[in-house]
């Protein structure tokens, strides 16, 4: 046996040496130096229905076999429950999609992290997708769609067109809502799209005033006014332009006119003290990826914003899409600066211009 003494100078000896540090858990699953650990989940919020479907298909589903972390989906889109979300400090969402027109809007108000270019790659995104707090990587155009068979002698072609009820007569349906209507109103009374902004308000709402008995149905949901032409209940509607790509794919008598379309961004952010924002900003650095996008467009109509998405899209479908050349330079981007600092008058303008007319 050992004596006390050979015990006390085996254990001063071991003392010494220099100490091996153990490895961290999160580098034995498997993550690289550096990484936080990763959630079992993240809750993605989206507007539901077909769109998620192809978000998970293009997007999602590889970040979950890429990270191990599921993702749980969500829905609708709600400005207001975000806001209350961030300044109650509960925020339930890693993700969320807003409103085309908001992307200033949750800047300004502080509701989003900003977007951490270290890790979403957003260098060949279009200038318009380049916000600091909002990551957009696909956009979308508000159109007028037309029975093709309502035209035989061919359709409306601008918002003028639109306007005209005798040469192009039949129900209509808009939006019940400003935002793209002002734009539709100022470019049918001549105004040029490079002109288009700031607003005459004024003058927007008096062409308004002709066109409104004119209209059937003021639609609220992105799907209406696609099944409002299908059923035949309107002959020309105002619309999302990937709510008509579908149909027109499915060879309905449909046609969409890009001329004075008004383009917007579809739109993400990471909500203010929102957990695990290092794995969301690596599930938005997924939707970067052009080939990516140029697939999610091929489902839902909407242009990648990587400038590079395009030419992954398969031939025949990107004269379908906002972004395709000749449909692009038709059209005007809205503009969300301006929405920001007037959306909030313009909607209570809006109401009452509505209520006046019943």
């Not at 961290?24 to 998620?52: C, D, H, Y």
């Not at 999302?240 to 961004?265: M, S, T």
């Not at 140029?294 to 998405?309: F, K, P, T, V, W």
């Not at 449909?327 to 809205?334: F, G, S």
């Amino acid at each position: 046996m050992r004596t006390r003494r050979e015990i006390l100078a085996a254990t001063a000896a071991a003392l010494a040496m220099p100490k091996v540090a153990m490895p961290s858990l999160a580098f034995a699953e498997g993550e690289p130096p550096g990484e936080p650990a990763r959630p079992k989940q993240l809750v993605f919020n989206a507007s539901g229905g077909s769109q998620i479907a192809a978000l998970r298909e293009n997007y999602l589903n590889d970040f979950e076999k890429e990270t191990g972390i599921k993702i749980v989906d969500t829905s609708p889109v709600d400005f207001g429950k975000l806001r209350a979300m961030v300044e109650s400090g509960n925020v339930s969402w890693n993700i969320t999609e807003i409103g085309g027109q908001d992307g200033y809007r949750v800047t300004e108000l502080g509701l989003a992290e900003p977007i951490d270019d270290k890790i979403v790659d957003r260098s060949k995104f279009q200038p318009q997708a380049q916000m600091s707090h909002v990551f957009s990587p696909r956009c979308y155009s508000t159109v007028m769609c037309y029975r093709a068979d309502a035209f035989p002698k061919g359709g409306p072609k601008s918002w003028a067109d639109f306007w005209d009820v005798k040469a192009f007569p039949g129900p209509r349906s808009m939006r019940n809502h400003p935002v793209d209507n002002l734009e539709a109103a100022l470019i049918a009374d001549g105004v040029a799209l490079d002109q288009l902004y700031p607003l005459d308000v004024d003058r927007a709402f008096k062409k308004l005033d002709a066109i409104h008995k004119h209209i059937d149905v003021w639609w609220s949901t992105g799907q209406q006014p696609a099944q409002l032409l299908v059923d035949k209940e309107v002959v020309l509607a105002t619309g999302w332009n990937g709510r008509f790509y579908d149909l027109i794919r499915k060879d309905a008598p449909l046609v969409q006119e890009w001329n004075g379309g008004i383009l917007k961004q579809s739109s993400w952010v990471v909500p203010k003290g929102a957990k695990d924002q290092y794995w969301a900003m690596k599930c938005l650095a997924v939707m970067c990826d052009p080939k990516r996008q140029a697939a999610n467009a091929e489902i839902l109509g909407y242009s990648g914003m990587h400038i590079d998405s395009n030419q992954y899209v398969a031939e025949k479908i990107r004269p379908l899409l906002p972004l395709y050349p000749d449909n692009l330079k038709k059209q005007v981007w809205l503009d969300q600066k301006w929405w920001t600092a007037h959306g909030d008058e313009i909607g209570e303008r809006w109401n009452k211009w509505m209520l006046s007319k019943a």
